[in-house]
C-alpha cells in the first residue's frame, strides 16, 4: 500500500486541488516517514502542481509498516 492509498482511504479531505502540492501534510507528519528531503524545500518552498502527490505516492517505508499510524480527520471541507 502506498501513502497516498492510506491517505485517500483514511482522509480523503486532506487531498486535493485547493492546496499547492494536492495535499494538505507530509508523510513525517504523522508518522508514515522519518525527515526526508523534500523537492518543495530544496525549491525554495516552491510547491508545484502535484508535487505532494508523488511524494505521497510511494510504498510506505519497512520501518512505519511495524506501527499502527492514523491520518488525521480534519474538517477542510470537500476533497477535490
Do not use: F
Amino acid at each position: 500500500m502506498t501513502m497516498l492509498e492510506k491517505l485517500r482511504k483514511e482522509a480523503p479531505e486532506m487531498i486535493g486541488k485547493r492546496y499547492p502540492g494536492g495535499v494538505a501534510i507530509c508523510p513525517e507528519d504523522i508518522g508514515l516517514e522519518h525527515v526526508r528531503e523534500c523537492p518543495a524545500i530544496r525549491n525554495n518552498y516552491r510547491i508545484e502542481p502535484d508535487t505532494c502527490l508523488k511524494c505521497w505516492d510511494r510504498e510506505i517505508p519497512q520501518q512505519a509498516r511495524s506501527t499502527s499510524h492514523e491520518c488525521p480527520r480534519v474538517a477542510m471541507g470537500d476533497a477535490e
